[in-house]
């Protein structure tokens, strides 16, 4: 028998994780490295994590009883997983164009300017 997902909105999330992918992948281009790899990173950590742990959560839910559904440690492990997952890529994502600058200064005259590629 093959369990129902309680999350069918992981459906539509995969055509909105392939366009975000895409669209991060050709800004990411243009960015210098480090900046790169953090926004590159904190994407793929949020899609896997919003994508992949919401599947395996569903999955533990739906072999579950009605009743008790929810209250089960490997269920919560993996919310806690997958939140953390999300919150974390975000982060990154966010932070990302940060590794970009490069504060310059002498004495009291400071100022910021963007790292070479």
């Not at 997958?82 to 400071?110: K, Y």
Request: with cysteine; charged share 10%; aromatic share 6%.
């Amino acid at each position: 028998m093959v369990a129902r997902s309680s999350f069918a909105w992981v459906v539509l999330g995969i055509p909105i994780a392939i366009a975000v992918t895409g669209f991060t992948l050709v800004v990411a281009r243009h960015l210098p490295r480090p900046s790169t790899l953090l926004s590159v990173g904190g994407i793929g950590l949020l899609l896997a994590s919003a994508v992949g742990l919401e599947a395996v959560g569903s999955l533990i839910l739906a072999d579950q009883p009605i009743l008790s559904r929810g209250s089960d440690l490997g269920y919560i492990l993996v919310t806690h997983l997958e939140e953390f997952g999300e919150m974390a890529g975000a982060a990154l994502a966010a932070c990302s164009p940060l590794a970009a600058l490069r504060l310059r200064g002498v004495s009291t005259d400071f100022g910021v300017c963007l790292a070479a590629r």
